[in-house]
Structure formats: structure tokens, C-alpha cells
């Protein structure tokens, strides 16, 4: 009866044993591996999400067949899909499963002595032999001292050899480079967890306040309160942007090459302020993130007025660049007006041109000849109170206003140029051309886990490449005249070492060294056993 | 503030370097040439035995002595063709170096802000790391897949990515610029001589067991030759790893997010994997050493992608588009 009850037991927890050892061998790592480079790719081939939601509902919508396939598998979230996941968590598991029998047998092989010589050093490939003119007790003490000198951890197991081995430190940087690859993905963990990004548009001379409401967008990590975000305050005053102007070379001209925002900040409201720039490559570190200049445009400022000349409308609005030449598209909502409400819908072109083919487009990124291209729309801007896009105009409760001849109407506006709209909808004037920062402020409490387990992968990487795990034995037997020794050194390494061989006439060449020379009138130096060429015949 | 004539002058050297690297080639060529007549010896003593069989084996073994035997049968036009070589191209990578040198001086700038640049400045690296590694052990038989490569390179850098000296765009002015796109021209110069040594080795070892005699036989024998390639690997991933260290560091500060999956850093990421493959499985038992070397190439396949495909045709923000 008990013999029936456990050995299926058994069963299951030899298969168990069984799948771990397969899990946690090298060979599997390597599959895996390679498997995650394979699974890494479709996510350069196909647009992502979570870099670029437009563009991949675009390429779900033009693919209708394959899109919303690729869709569910995955293929446009490849670095959240569960199959992705599942190979770096094997891999994972792999490792810490490796690592840690691997840690235990290191720790013991430094511990331990190493091994006793072996019986004909003759045999392994780099030896060297010679004859000593001293006792072979005392060649031993002397390649006792080169091979401590050399860093060697000596032990002698009989009285006529000696083994010596270094470069434990190949196994421990090994060690410690799997370990920091997990560290790693702590630190990556940690980030995600805990941190948040948010992005706000800022036109020149507004503030924005570090709260949830004043984001455009904000993505927080699963464990972050999005109410108690650092209350610091920043106000954009001038931001400089400067453009290829002098070079006109294919792929030159018009771009960008700098952009600075000069802003002035407060670290909580009321608090003094302090004045300071951000940059491309240069973030400003407030408390608890950090801001990055991430973007910027053109956010035209212009004044709508209503029939009798009041003010229903006035300040920058931000177009959104869609070409490398900033021609910018944006929507002017004018709700306050009495009656039907007013949209402009259109571009807004830093350096305008009126393109036969392409109609109005901007050829230059500067402000340099700036006017706005827009079409009027009437009727309901927010219908149904739905969420909408601050550049496009919602126009389905809207009908668009024509000219006396039927035609859409067509507004062109240049600085400081007013319209007046027909049909007694009053008039829109283009004041003039202010910029906006895009800014994107970002809090991710990993990143110095992750940078610092970086970096120790990377020495323990180089440790475990660069050192060699090296044994060196010798043995010493009475040469036939009394007081001389014959030495065989030999050496032993891990894996390929080429430069082992010369470990070996090293030490044999310092234990020569330290033995008494010759008196010089000796006219009969002792006869080699060594083959023509090397160090020691030249010696006697 | 671009420099017209230091850019012009910039130019004139590369031109310069390519002629003298395709003289370079002919001359590795004739010197690959000049060992064909091995076909009609018996037996190449490839094996160096010396007299005092005991003190040398491991010498023999180790393969630093390069092509075959010793220079005594080579034939003398072969020797005078490979010295020409040798020094020809030392002269074209010196002047790859001056091509760099006055390409920055003309743009005030670290000369590695476009295609361009970067395929100038890794062959650059390529040929002076083959030169100078070459004083220390015989790499004649290894200069024409340097030499031929870093030509079709250049070429390729004149014809196809060729960019006007002038700034670059602001995310590209930051100190990490020198240090992580160096580094990474740098690793992927030996990564590119690495993968030379590689080729040869797969087909060197695949003539070998097919019986057949061929001017590979005047190659280091393959285990060497193999063991040169996983030296340069060994030295080439590191470097690889710090680039990839120093590019998350980079972004953070650029892009506010030390990574983002944009395509270039999915490729450099697969890269760096592929060859962490290799190196795995280099020291699992029982993976072939030909298995690893597939594993290699694989790697420096992605590496070429990477470059000539990524940097052209997808669509992220190392394209520096619509800022
Ligand atoms: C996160 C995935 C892993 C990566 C990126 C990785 C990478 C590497 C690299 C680059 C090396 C070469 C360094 C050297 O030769 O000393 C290496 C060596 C090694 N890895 Fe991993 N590894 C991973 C996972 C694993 C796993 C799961 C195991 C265990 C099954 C493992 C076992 C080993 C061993 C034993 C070596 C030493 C090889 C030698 O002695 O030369 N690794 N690994």
C-alpha cells in the first residue's frame, strides 16, 4: 500500500529533477539565447504601441487581413507579449538556478589546495626541463617564492613536487557577471514598478505645475500614487532653436542644431525661483525627475473677435510639426462665441510657400516668412463631450463655411494681418509667432540598481576574458652528480591558453635565477637537458 | 563654420587611401598567389617539429607562426608582394586616420556624426588594428579579407551614404557621442576581422575534410586559425557591452529613458546576445567548434544589419526625424 502511494511520487519528482537540470544546463541557456534574439526582432520590423500608438494603427488599418492577427499575437507589444516574457523569465530562472551550484563548487575550489602533481609532468603539453647545480630541497623553496610572487597559491603534497594555481578571479568575474545580469533586470523591474513619464506642451511664458491634471499624457507604473507627484512648478520664458542655414548639401540644410529652453522654475509653489536652460542631451533634474526638452513647435497666437468687436479668443495654440520643415497642423476652438460655436482647422507654415502640386507647405523650419493656411468650420465642437485630440477639429457636428461663390473658405494670414469672416461671424487676427517646448518629465527610481549592475557585468565580463585559471606543477628528482636537481615545470590551464607555455619557462627561468651562479672560472658548465634554443643552455 | 578646404583635403585623402588599399589587396592577393604552388608538394610540414621535440611542441601547436612553415618556401615574389602589402596598407590607414582627423577639424566637431563618417572612422580602426596586430604575429594570410571588405566599404561610404561636412543635430551634441559611437566603430572593426578569421576557418576546415588540397593548406591549421578568431571576439564583446552600457546612458540623458526599444537599440541588443551565444557556445561540451562559428557569423550578420539596414530603412528615433 505505501509502496504504491509513493513512487509515483517519486516518478514525478525525478521528472522534476530531471526538467530542472535540462532547464538550468548550458545548452538550454544557449537556446534560449538564441532564442531571444529571434524574439527581440520582430519588434524593430513592426511598429510598437507603447513608441508609436499612431503608427501602428495606421499599419493595423492599411493591413487589414494580417494587423489585427499580428495584433494578437503580440507583434505590436513584442517587449510586453507574454512569449517574450516566458523566454528571458527561462532564461532567467536558468541562470539562478546555474549560478547558484556554481557559486558553491567556486567557493570550495578556493578553498581547497591544489591538486597534487601529476606522476610524468613529460605529459602535459607545456613543460620545460632543466638541471640545477643545488639540493633538490632547496629548488623547491625557491619555486615556492617565484610562485608566490607570481600570485600562485602553492601547496606541496609530497617532498619532491609542488603544485601552485591562480586565477580564481576568471571564475569569480564569471560569477559575478550572471549575477549582475539579474541585478540588472531588478533595477529594469524597479523602474517599471515604481516609476511614471508624463509629456506637457509648454508655449513660451506659461508655467506648468507638476500635478496629474496638467499632463497631456501620463503613464504611471502599476504601484505609483499619481497624487502625491513632487509639486514643483516651471514656467518656459524663451526658447531658442537655431537650423542649418549655411550648408546645403543633400540631407543638411534646415536641420536642427540647437534648441535650448531658458525656464525658470520653483521647487514648490511660492518657493524661490531659480533660473535655469534645458537642452537636448541636457535635462534639468528636479526633485524626483528629471525634464527633458523632448520636442518643440510653433504655437501661432491669435485674437478671434465676434461681430461687435469683443474678444472670444486670444493666446498661443500649439500646431503640432509633421514634417522636418515644421509644416504644422492645428485646430483653433473658439467656444465662447455667442450662438454657433467657431473651429479653424489648418497648418500653420514657419516659411511659406504655395507649392503648385503640394499647395501651401513651409520649405525652411525657422520662422521666416510664418503664415497660417485654415478652413472654418460652425456647429458643435465637443459633441458628446468626447475626449478629442487639441490639433484636430471634431467635425462631425460642424458644417464648414463657404465663400460667396460656394467654395470652401479659404483663410491666408500673416502677422499682424486680421480677417474678417463673413456672415457677420466677426474676425480673426494673427498676432504673431510664439514657440512651444515639448517637454517630457520622467521619475525612474531603478535606473542606478540597473546601471550599477551594469557595470559590474561589464568588469566581470572583462575579469572572467581577460585572467586565465593557470596550474603549475614541479617536480625535482636528484640529478646523478651529488648536489644537483633535475626540474620538470609544467603547466595546466581552463580552456585554450596560448601564452601558457611561456608561464612555464617564466618560472622555471626565476627559479634559475635564484640559484647561486656558477663560479666564474667554472670551465665545464653543466651539460643541458634542454633542447637548443632555450633560455637556460645560454646560462650554464 | 564649416571648413570647405579641410573638407576637401578630408576627401583627398580618402581618395588617396583607396588607391593605395587597392594596391594594398593586389599585393595580399599576389602573396596568396605565390603559396599555390604548395598544391605540388607532397606533404606541407605544416607541423614544425624541431629538434628538441620536447621544449617546442606547444609553439608548434599555438600557430604564431602563422602561413605553414617557415618563410624558406615561400616563394621570393610572394615575400617582396606581401611586404608591399604590409606596408601599403599601414600607409592607406594612416591615411584613412588623416581623413578623420581633418574631417573633424573641418566640422569643429568628433568626425562620427553620419553613415559616412562612422564607415570611414570603422575601417579606419579595422585596418590600423590588422596592422598594428600584425607586428606581433603573421597575419599575411589574413590581409586580403581586411584589405577587400574595408575597399567595398569605402566605396560604399563614397557612393552611398557620402554626407557634406556640417554640424550635427542636437541630440548628437553630447560627449557621449565620443564615447559610445567610438567605441562602438571600434568594436565593430575587430567584430569585422574577427568575423574575416571566422569565415576563413569554416572554410578552411570544410575543404580539409572534403580532402581536398588548396593555398588553405598554407594557412595556419584550424584550430589556430579558430583560436585567433575567439581571441578577436573575446576582445570585440566587451567593448560591445560598454557600448551598450554607455547607449542606455546616452538616451537617458537624450531621450529620458535609458531604453525604448527604438530599432537600433533592439539590433545592438540582439547583437550583443547573438554574440553572448557564441561565447556560451564556445564552453558548452558538445557544441562543435564549427557550431560556434556559425553562431559568430550569425552575429556579424546582425552587425551588417545594423548598420546598412536599420540606419536607413526603419523608422525610430536614431533617425533623427521630425524632432
Ligand atoms: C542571461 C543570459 C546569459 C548571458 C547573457 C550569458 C552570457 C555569458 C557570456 C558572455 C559568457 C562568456 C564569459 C566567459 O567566457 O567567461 C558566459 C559564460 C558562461 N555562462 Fe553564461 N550567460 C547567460 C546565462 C547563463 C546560464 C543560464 C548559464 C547556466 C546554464 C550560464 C553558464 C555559463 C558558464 C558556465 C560560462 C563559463 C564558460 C567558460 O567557462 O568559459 N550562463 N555567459
Redesign the interface.
Known amino acids: 500500500m505505501v509502496e504504491q502511494v509513493t513512487q509515483p511520487q517519486l516518478r514525478a519528482a525525478g521528472w522534476l529533477r530531471w526538467m530542472w537540470r535540462q532547464l538550468t544546463s548550458?545548452?538550454t541557456?544557449?537556446f534560449l539565447?538564441?532564442l531571444?534574439?529571434v524574439a527581440?526582432?520582430p519588434?524593430?520590423?513592426w511598429?510598437?504601441r507603447?513608441?508609436?500608438a499612431a503608427?501602428t494603427a495606421d499599419y493595423i488599418a492599411s493591413h487589414p487581413t494580417a494587423g489585427p492577427w499580428l495584433d494578437r499575437l503580440g507583434f505590436f507589444e513584442?517587449?510586453a507579449s507574454p512569449w517574450f516574457a516566458a523566454i528571458y523569465l527561462l532564461l532567467f530562472i536558468s541562470l539562478v538556478g546555474c549560478v547558484l551550484p556554481r557559486s558553491r563548487m567556486h567557493w570550495r575550489a578556493m578553498r581547497a589546495t591544489p591538486p597534487r602533481a601529476p606522476a610524468r609532468l613529460?605529459r602535459l603539453?607545456?613543460?620545460?626541463?632543466a638541471e640545477v647545480a643545488v639540493e633538490p630541497g632547496a629548488v623547491l623553496e625557491a619555486a615556492r617564492e617565484v610562485l608566490a610572487r607570481k600570485r600562485f597559491r602553492t601547496h606541496a603534497h609530497d617532498l619532491d613536487s609542488l603544485s601552485a594555481e591562480k586565477g580564481f578571479l576568471k571564475e569569480t568575474g564569471n560569477l559575478v557577471f550572471h549575477v549582475a545580469l539579474i541585478f540588472v533586470i531588478v533595477g529594469?523591474a524597479i523602474g517599471h514598478l515604481f516609476g511614471w513619464?508624463g509629456d506637457v506642451i509648454v508655449p513660451v511664458g506659461q508655467t506648468f505645475a507638476n500635478t496629474l491634471l496638467r499632463y497631456d499624457t501620463f503613464a504611471p507604473g502599476p504601484w505609483v500614487d499619481p497624487q502625491t507627484l513632487a509639486p514643483f512648478t516651471l514656467r518656459v520664458d524663451r526658447l531658442d532653436a537655431t537650423f542649418?542655414e549655411?550648408?546645403t548639401?543633400?540631407?543638411?540644410f534646415g536641420?536642427?542644431?540647437?534648441?535650448t529652453a531658458h525656464v525658470t522654475t520653483t521647487a514648490t509653489p511660492g518657493a524661490a525661483s531659480q533660473r535655469s536652460t534645458i537642452?537636448?542631451?541636457?535635462?534639468l533634474e528636479m526633485q524626483g525627475a528629471?525634464v527633458?526638452l523632448?520636442?518643440n513647435g510653433y504655437a501661432p497666437v491669435v485674437t478671434v473677435r465676434d461681430a461687435r468687436g469683443n474678444e472670444v479668443y486670444s493666446g498661443p495654440t500649439p500646431f503640432l510639426?509633421?514634417?522636418?520643415n515644421y509644416t504644422s497642423v492645428g485646430a483653433i476652438k473658439v467656444p465662447g462665441a455667442a450662438g454657433k460655436q467657431l473651429g479653424f482647422s489648418g497648418l500653420f507654415l514657419p516659411t511659406a510657400l504655395v507649392d503648385r502640386e503640394q499647395g501651401p507647405i513651409s520649405v525652411f523650419p525657422d520662422a521666416k516668412k510664418p503664415a497660417l493656411a485654415l478652413t472654418l468650420f460652425e456647429g458643435q465642437l465637443f459633441p458628446g463631450g468626447r475626449p478629442q485630440s487639441v490639433y484636430v477639429l471634431d467635425t462631425a457636428e460642424m458644417t464648414q463655411v463657404k465663400n460667396d461663390k460656394g467654395e470652401p473658405l479659404r483663410l491666408w494670414l500673416e502677422p499682424g494681418k486680421t480677417i474678417t469672416l463673413p456672415g457677420d461671424r466677426g474676425s480673426i487676427t494673427f498676432d504673431g509667432v510664439d514657440r512651444f517646448a515639448g517637454l517630457?518629465i520622467?521619475h525612474?527610481p531603478g535606473?542606478l540598481v540597473?546601471?550599477a549592475a551594469?557595470?559590474l557585468?561589464?568588469a566581470g565580463?572583462?575579469a572572467s576574458?581577460v585572467v586565465r585559471r593557470r596550474r603549475v606543477f614541479l617536480r625535482v628528482s636528484p640529478a646523478g652528480p651529488a648536489g644537483r636537481t633535475v626540474v620538470t615545470v609544467a603547466g595546466m590551464a581552463k580552456?585554450?591558453d596560448?601564452g601558457?607555455?611561456r608561464v612555464v619557462q617564466d618560472v622555471l627561468t626565476a627559479v634559475q635565477d635564484r640559484m647561486p651562479r656558477p663560479p666564474e672560472t667554472d670551465p665545464d658548465p653543466a651539460p643541458s637537458r634542454?633542447?637548443?634554443?632555450?633560455r637556460w643552455s645560454d646560462r650554464g | 563654420?564649416?571648413n570647405e578646404t579641410l573638407a576637401e583635403y578630408a576627401n583627398l585623402s580618402l581618395y588617396s587611401a583607396m588607391a593605395v588599399f587597392t594596391l594594398a589587396m593586389l599585393c595580399h592577393a599576389a602573396y596568396l598567389a605565390g603559396l599555390l604552388p604548395a598544391r605540388d608538394r607532397t606533404a606541407p610540414d605544416r607541423e614544425l617539429v624541431?629538434?628538441?621535440?620536447?621544449?617546442?611542441?606547444?609553439?608548434a601547436?599555438?600557430g604564431?607562426r602563422g602561413a605553414g612553415a617557415t618563410d624558406d618556401d615561400v616563394p621570393l615574389r610572394a615575400r617582396k608582394a606581401a611586404g608591399v602589402a604590409s606596408t601599403t596598407t599601414w600607409l592607406g590607414g594612416l591615411l584613412l586616420l588623416a581623413c578623420v582627423v581633418l574631417r573633424g577639424l573641418s566640422v569643429h566637431r568628433w568626425p562620427l556624426g553620419?553613415m559616412f563618417e562612422f564607415a570611414v572612422m570603422g575601417s579606419m580602426f579595422t585596418v590600423l588594428a590588422y596592422s598594428l596586430w600584425s607586428t606581433r604575429r603573421d597575419l599575411r594570410w589574413l590581409g586580403l579579407f581586411v584589405t577587400a571588405p574595408v575597399l567595398l566599404v569605402l566605396g560604399m561610404a563614397l557612393r552611398v551614404w557620402y554626407?557634406?561636412?556640417?554640424?550635427v543635430?542636437?541630440?548628437l551634441?553630447?560627449y557621449?557621442l565620443v564615447i559610445h559611437v567610438t567605441v562602438a566603430v571600434l568594436a565593430t572593426a575587430v567584430f569585422t576581422i574577427g568575423a574575416a578569421a571566422t569565415g576563413i576557418y569554416l572554410v578552411k576546415d570544410a575543404v580539409q575534410r572534403a580532402g581536398r588540397t588548396s593555398v588553405l593548406d598554407r594557412f595556419p591549421e584550424t584550430g589556430a586559425i579558430e583560436?585567433t578568431a575567439?581571441g578577436l571576439h573575446?576582445v570585440a564583446?566587451?567593448l560591445w557591452?560598454?557600448t551598450l552600457?554607455a547607449g542606455?546612458?546616452w538616451a537617458?540623458?537624450?531621450?529620458?529613458?535609458?531604453?525604448?526599444?527604438?530599432?537600433k537599440e533592439?539590433?545592438t541588443?540582439?547583437i550583443w546576445?547573438?554574440y553572448?551565444?557564441y561565447l556560451?557556445?564556445r564552453?558548452?561540451?558538445?557544441?562543435s567548434r564549427q557550431t560556434a562559428s556559425y553562431?559568430a557569423l550569425a552575429g556579424y550578420a546582425?552587425v551588417i544589419v545594423n548598420f546598412a539596414v536599420?540606419n536607413v530603412f526603419?523608422?525610430?528615433q536614431h533617425s533623427y526625424?521630425?524632432?
Request: aromatic fraction near 10%; charge should be neutral; include cysteine.
Open positions: 548550458m545548452r541557456a544557449l539565447l538564441l531571444l534574439a527581440a526582432l519588434g524593430s520590423i511598429p510598437q507603447s513608441i508609436d503608427r513584442v517587449y613529460e603539453s607545456a613543460h620545460r626541463v529594469v513619464k542649418e549655411n550648408v548639401g543633400r540631407g543638411q536641420q536642427p542644431r540647437d534648441f537642452k537636448v542631451n541636457h535635462p528629471g527633458f523632448l520636442g510639426a509633421r514634417d522636418n517630457s520622467r525612474d535606473k540597473t546601471l551594469a557595470l557585468a561589464l565580463l572583462v576574458l580552456g585554450d596560448e601558457l607555455d634542454l633542447g637548443a634554443g632555450s | 563654420m564649416t624541431a629538434a628538441g621535440a620536447s621544449t617546442s611542441t606547444t609553439r601547436a599555438s604564431e553620419n554626407t557634406e561636412a556640417a554640424q543635430m542636437p541630440s551634441q553630447s557621449w583560436r575567439y573575446i564583446f566587451p557591452t560598454f552600457i542606455a546612458i537617458r540623458q537624450a531621450w529620458a529613458s535609458y531604453w525604448n526599444w527604438d530599432p533592439v539590433w541588443f540582439v546576445v547573438v553572448a551565444a556560451h557556445s564552453a558548452t561540451s558538445g557544441i553562431i546582425c536599420v526603419f523608422v525610430g526625424s521630425g524632432l
